[in-house]
Every structure is written in structure tokens, then in C-alpha cells.
């Protein structure tokens, strides 16, 4: 009679196994799911930013090439008049050029910084959400198992009362057998 138990035990303990294996299975696909739209919002982002990237890289150019026009211009003054300082224009006008470049890359690295910063962000809150999912499901799996346990108990005292009543039976029916009653 233990066996038969044992076994209706392992029965609904393999089923809720497997309900709880499919149930994290399924949380699992969701997270991933869930990983794979942030990392396209990220790229997506990351793509706009090398776009803007780029465009201010053609910008600089035309830049470059506009100060270069103007040293251009500005050497023809030299040769005109002989008064100004080449050297001191020329490195004035290569100073603004660095700064502007300076500046556009500070912009393009804080951008790109700020799209890791909250993608890195929006992963952290996902794990925190799914590991309060994971303790609220192992408190449910706690329940059920507890709730399986008392029904066993209560299932136990039952058994010992229907064999008890099929060994009389069993007895009544050898001693009628055998003409004892």
C-alpha cells in the first residue's frame, strides 16, 4: 500500500515538475524575447547615432575644406600685404578647426554613452523583475507542495482503515470457506 502511495506521490510531484519546468521554460523565452527587442532598440539607436555620426563628419569636412579656402584667401592677403602674421592666422584658424571637431566628438561620445547607460539600465530592472517573478513562483510551488502533503496525510488514515476492513473481509470470507461460520 506504501508502494501505491509512493507512486501517486511521484505521479502528481513529476506533474507539477513538469508544470513548473514548462512555466520556467516559458518565463525564460519571454526574458529572451524580451533582451532581443532591447538590444534592436539599442542597435536601432546606435544606428541613428553613427548617422549623425557621419553627418558630422561631412560637416567637418566641409569645414576643413571651407578653412582652407579661407587660408587660401588669407595667403593671397599675405601676399598683398606683407603687414599680417601668417603663421599667427594660420594657427588660429587651425585651433577653431580642432575645437569645433573636439566639440562634435564630445557630443557623438556622450550620445553613444547615454544609449549604453540606459540599455544597461533597462536590463538591470528586467532582472530585477524577473527574480521577484521567480521568488513569487517558488512561493506558489511552496503552497501546492504543502497543500499535496495534507492531502496525503489525510489520504493515509483512510487507506489503513479500507485495508483493516478488506483484512476482515478477506477473513470472513476464509472462514465461511471453510465452514467455520
Known amino acids: 500500500m506504501d508502494n501505491f502511495m509512493d507512486k501517486l506521490a511521484q505521479k502528481w510531484n513529476a506533474a507539477e515538475m513538469i508544470k513548473a519546468n514548462s512555466a520556467a521554460e516559458a518565463m525564460e523565452l519571454k526574458r529572451l524575447r524580451d533582451q532581443l527587442a ?3 532598440l539599442i542597435l536601432q539607436e ?3 547615432l553613427n548617422l549623425k ?3 558630422l ?3 567637418s569636412k566641409q569645414l576643413i575644406e571651407t578653412g582652407i579656402i579661407e587660408l587660401g584667401n588669407l595667403l593671397e592677403q599675405q601676399k598683398q600685404s606683407p603687414d599680417q602674421d601668417l603663421k599667427q592666422l594660420t594657427d588660429d584658424l587651425l585651433s577653431t578647426i580642432q575645437e569645433y571637431i573636439h566639440t562634435e566628438n564630445v557630443k557623438v561620445y556622450r550620445n553613444v554613452q547615454a544609449v549604453v547607460v540606459d540599455g544597461l539600465k533597462s536590463q538591470q ?3 530585477f523583475k524577473q527574480a521577484e517573478e521567480l521568488k513569487q513562483q517558488s512561493g506558489e ?3 501546492q507542495s504543502d497543500k499535496l502533503l495534507k492531502t496525503v496525510k489525510g489520504i493515509k488514515p483512510l487507506l489503513i482503515i ?3 476492513v478488506l483484512l476482515a473481509n478477506l477473513g470472513m470470507t476464509f472462514a465461511w470457506i471453510f465452514g467455520i461460520l
Do not use: A, F, T
Open 125 to 127: 530592472e528586467s532582472y
Open 38 to 40: 532591447e538590444y534592436e
Open 57 to 59: 563628419n561631412d560637416s
Open 53 to 55: 555620426n557621419s553627418e
Open 162 to 164: 479500507i485495508m483493516l
Open 141 to 143: 510551488l511552496k503552497q
Open 46 to 48: 546606435m544606428r541613428k
